[in-house]
T-cell receptor, first 111, second 112 residues
Framework: DQQVKQNSPSLSVQEGRISILNCDYT??????FLWYKKYPAEGPTFLIS?????DKNEDGRFTVFLNKSAKHLSLHIVPSQPGDSAVYFC??????????FGSGTQLTVLP | DAGITQSPRHKVTETGTPVTLRCHQT?????MYWYRQDPGHGLRLIHY???????DKGEVSDGYSVSRSKTEDFLLTLESATSSQTSVYFC???????????FGEGSRLTVL
């Protein structure tokens, strides 16, 4: 039973437009919600996170939104750049200090 | 840079042989993790450690064992490798209390 789902395996966006990546989770007890970015042949790198007590967190071009009632997390990238092309994983963290990841979404930003 | 080194970075082995992957960190972090990445599955937790000689199982621990005899080293062992264990393996450490993980560059294992 998947606790974290990313239902879109891939997403293509034009350069300069907004990219919206989505993630759904099943357990209300998670404390933190995170996004990671992964380029080929590299390890995942932390991008942005949000605490369960907030509904929005912004860092430059990246904004994460948390809708607890819907158990839904989203990442907005504005404006999208070709260098943003990567696989994006959402992840959830609880008291056990373990991260559970979604299956990932391949973002392609077209020049 | 979280100072994480994985070795070997690439390995090809045959079914039934033992394999050990090493993760080395330089910053004395308490929590260390082994994940595997497979297409369509994302990153799945194999085992993790919360201190020297303190380890626990993750989501996909069958066929894997771990050891942590020193703070800086976390070893992942496949006692008898199978083709289903062909994957990319990532080690990670956790900083702080917000769940933020820092990953190594990965070890690509191919079991023929």
């Amino acid at each position: 039973d998947q606790q974290v789902k990313q239902n879109s395996p891939s997403l293509s966006v034009q350069e300069g437009r907004i990219s919206i990546l989505n993630c759904d989770y099943t357990n209300s007890m998670f404390d933190y919600f995170l996004w990671y970015k992964k380029y080929p042949a590299e390890g995942p790198t932390f991008l942005i996170s949000i605490s369960s007590i907030k509904d929005k967190n912004e860092d430059g071009r990246f904004t994460v939104f948390l809708n607890k009632s819907a158990k839904h997390l989203s990442l907005h990238i504005v404006p999208s750049q070709p260098g943003d092309s990567a696989v994006y994983f959402c992840a959830v963290s609880g008291s056990a200090r373990q991260l559970t990841f979604g299956s990932g979404t391949q973002l392609t930003v077209l020049p | 840079d979280a100072g994480i080194t994985q070795s070997p970075r690439h390995k090809v082995t045959e079914t039934g042989t033992p394999v050990t992957l090493r993760c080395h960190q330089t910053e004395n972090h308490r929590y260390m993790y082994w994940y595997r990445q497979d297409p369509g599955h994302g990153l799945r937790l194999i085992h993790y450690s919360y201190g020297v000689k303190d380890t626990d199982k993750g989501e996909v621990s069958d066929g894997y064992s771990v050891s942590r005899s020193k703070t800086e080293d976390f070893l992942l062992t496949l006692e008898s490798a199978t083709s289903s264990q062909t994957s990319v393996y990532f080690c990670a450490i956790m900083e702080g209390n917000t769940g933020e993980l820092f990953f190594g560059e990965g070890s690509r294992l191919t079991v023929l």
